[in-house]
């Protein structure tokens, strides 16, 4: 089993930044894409950014140039560096990642969600 735990969220001002860390661990043997979504109230759940195990990046065209994503797979951990924070990046943030198991089974797993409000 694997598991996905954030850290970083809280509230910031706009223009503020913050950074999110999201650490896999427990029986981890490939760990292909990994990214952060999020959801707004109301809103669907929507891609934030996501690194490929080379370190390809993708952005929502809403961060782009705001947002950067990174990855250290030495400790299995994802980022998000959030800068030039708008109050329309109010939302919960979820890690994601696509494990590969040892049988070449592909396995989807989520962080329990952190919290991002921006409001002065």
């Known amino acids: 089993q694997v598991q996905l735990v954030e850290s970083g969220g809280g509230l910031v001002q706009p223009g503020g930044s913050l950074r999110l860390s999201c650490a896999a661990s427990?029986?981890?043997?490939?760990?292909?894409?990994m990214a952060w979504y999020r959801q707004a109230p109301g809103n669907e759940r929507e891609l934030v950014a996501r690194?490929?195990?080379?370190?390809?990046?993708d952005y929502a065209n809403s961060v782009k140039g705001r947002f950067t994503i990174s990855r250290d797979n030495a400790k299995n951990t994802v980022y998000l560096q959030m800068n030039s924070l708008k109050p329309e990046d109010t939302a919960v943030y979820y890690c994601?990642?696509?494990?590969?198991?040892?049988?070449?089974?592909?396995?989807?797993?989520w962080g329990q969600g952190t919290q991002v409000p921006v409001s002065s």
């Open positions: 994601y990642m696509s494990h590969c198991t040892r049988d070449g089974e592909d396995w989807d797993y």
């Open positions: 690194i490929s195990s080379g370190g390809l990046t």
């Open positions: 427990g029986s981890i043997f490939r760990i292909n894409v």
